[in-house]
């Protein structure tokens, strides 16, 4: 079975650009994750979907991001404007059930974006 | 702010000497789990700790969870160059939430 699918792998733009980030969970899993991995803060959460709907948006940093998931396969997550300080790791992880005592999460391998 | 401090932050051993990898806060958490990331990847999850005292105990891999449930620890018997990677603690806050630590790079020269 596919992991977590994740794209682009790589990305590059300049500030002020907007840049979309894609995920595609694994199948049945209800529960998604937006991550973000970064050398001086480590590894943190962005947003939590519970069966498709934003349950806890409070990891977000600010306005320009941006998070969706219009259906159970698929999830987005926006920057716009980008900023240099948003260069990092962007994982997404899915779960199934919604995390429940000691469910699992599967992280995909993640989106390394660089702001210039 | 809840903190998950891991300690050492580096470690560079060589092919069959023992490792303890340390996971410590000030809060209490209903489980904690540990997690190894290699690069280019995302986390793997190791194992999830739940009771208090508990010891799990995964081939060469020792997992405790502290009888507070404010910290864990890792022990590694007879490290393997495969085992080389970041390893990462993380102690669940709520239904869904898991905060992660700092994270421990431990590099295993054959």
């Known amino acids: 079975d596919a992991g977590v699918i994740q794209s682009p792998r790589h990305e590059v733009t300049e500030m002020g650009q907007e840049v979309t980030l894609r995920c595609k969970p694994i199948s049945g899993h209800n529960s998604l994750f937006w991550y973000r991995q970064t050398m001086m803060r480590g590894l943190e959460l962005l947003i939590y979907f519970n069966n498709n709907v934003p349950i806890d948006d409070s990891g977000m940093p600010e306005d320009r991001f941006s998070a969706k998931m219009p259906n159970a396969s698929f999830s987005t997550l926006k920057i716009q404007p980008s900023e240099p300080r948003d260069s990092a790791v962007y994982f997404c992880?899915?779960?199934?059930?919604?995390?429940?005592?000691?469910?699992?999460?599967?992280f995909g391998p993640g989106t390394r974006l660089t702001v210039l | 702010t809840q903190l998950l401090e891991q300690s050492p932050q580096f470690l560079s051993i060589q092919e069959g000497e023992n490792l303890t990898v340390y996971c410590n806060s000030s809060?209490?958490?209903?489980?904690l789990q540990w997690y190894r990331q290699e690069p280019g990847e995302g986390p793997v999850l190791l194992v999830t700790?739940?009771?208090?005292?508990e010891v799990k105990k995964l081939k060469r891999l020792t997992f405790q969870f502290g009888d507070a449930r404010k910290d864990s620890s890792l022990h590694i018997t007879a490290a393997q160059p495969g085992d080389t990677g970041l390893y990462l603690c993380?102690?669940?806050?709520?239904?869904?939430?898991?905060?992660f630590g700092t994270g421990t790079r431990l590099k295993v020269l054959a």
């Open positions: 992880a899915s779960s199934p059930v919604g995390l429940a005592g000691t469910d699992t999460q599967y």
């Open positions: 700790v739940v009771t208090g005292g």
């Open positions: 809060s209490v958490f209903s489980s």
């Open positions: 993380a102690g669940r806050t709520g239904t869904y939430k898991y905060i």
